[in-house]
């Protein structure tokens, strides 16, 4: 059996807004100024406009830590509540993470656009929520994530050798939250792969003649499912304690392994305890 102990980069918080409302793998957001300080994961809710009062920015300090070992990187997540009523919400969000690989050999990070190493991840999120209760809510979503490892560079007489790799995967979320006491809540909830697809990408190019003259590629590209997670999902249980400023939920999953951060689905199926700690300001 497999096990995987997740903070609040690899499993998203889940935090109980004002409105008594998940704010991660739901469509609300935080309140203006409140701030969320998980392990992992720093988010705020905007503030000065209508509008910026319904969108809440996010990022992960730790892809941040690269520039240490000289990895030029940012991360950075937004999430819009366009839809609020009292009984009914919707939300879209994406983000982007991004990492400058050139230094692991040895290219110049110059922006001159000759060489390029770098790996991305970008996800992009539907949500729409409603209150059935007083105590009881339902969320239902949609994640898409894209990754990959992509370059190129000028290779001898050939004037640009590039080529990526990467995945993508799209899939539906939903959950019940039910709260049985002021401070706790239950948390159910399931997921199910929609597609995953793999690919790899090797491109070509040479300038033919003068500059203004034109310039010929060659691209070849495979994809497909690598993994065979055809029908893959995942469910879980999940309890809340959610105090003024002090957060914790810990639970169980059972299902398709993901992969943290990338958001890959694994074939393999096991067992996995789930924790996470965070604050509110």
Excluded: C
């Excluded at 995942?234 to 299902?255: I, K, M, T, W």
């Amino acid at each position: 059996m497999k096990v995987l102990v997740t903070a609040s980069l690899l499993l998203p918080a889940v935090a109980l807004a004002g409105r008594g409302e998940l704010t991660e793998r739901s469509p609300s957001t935080l309140e203006p100024h409140e701030i969320r300080i998980g392990l992992t994961d720093i988010g705020i809710g905007l503030w000065g406009t209508k509008l910026l009062d319904r969108i809440e920015v996010s990022s992960h300090p730790i892809v941040w830590a690269t520039w240490a070992a000289d990895l030029p990187s940012y991360d950075v997540r937004a999430k819009f509540e366009f839809w609020r009523e009292d009984d009914f919400a919707m939300s879209v969000a994406s983000g982007i993470t991004s990492i400058d690989l050139r230094p692991l050999v040895n290219a110049s990070t110059d922006n001159d656009g000759s060489t390029e190493l770098a790996f991305r991840v970008i996800p992009i999120e539907g949500w729409a929520g409603y209150r059935l209760t007083d105590r009881l809510r339902i969320t239902a979503g949609a994640m898409y994530t894209s990754v990959s490892l992509s370059g190129h560079t000028e290779a001898g007489p050939i004037d640009e050798l590039g080529g990526a790799v990467g995945t993508s995967n799209l899939e539906f979320l939903g959950t019940a939250q039910l709260r049985v006491s002021r401070s706790w809540n239950l948390i159910a909830g399931a997921r199910v792969l929609g597609y995953q697809a793999q690919y790899a990408v090797v491109r070509g190019a040479e300038m033919v003649g003068s500059a203004d003259q034109g310039t010929a590629t060659n691209e070849t590209r495979a994809e497909g499912d690598a993994l065979g997670v055809g029908g893959a999902w995942q469910a879980s249980l999940a309890a809340h304690l959610a105090r003024p400023h002090f957060n914790l939920r810990f639970g169980v999953e059972y299902g398709n392994y993901h992969v943290p951060v990338v958001n890959l689905v694994l074939p393999s199926r096991g067992w996995m305890p789930t924790l996470d700690i965070y604050w509110r300001i």
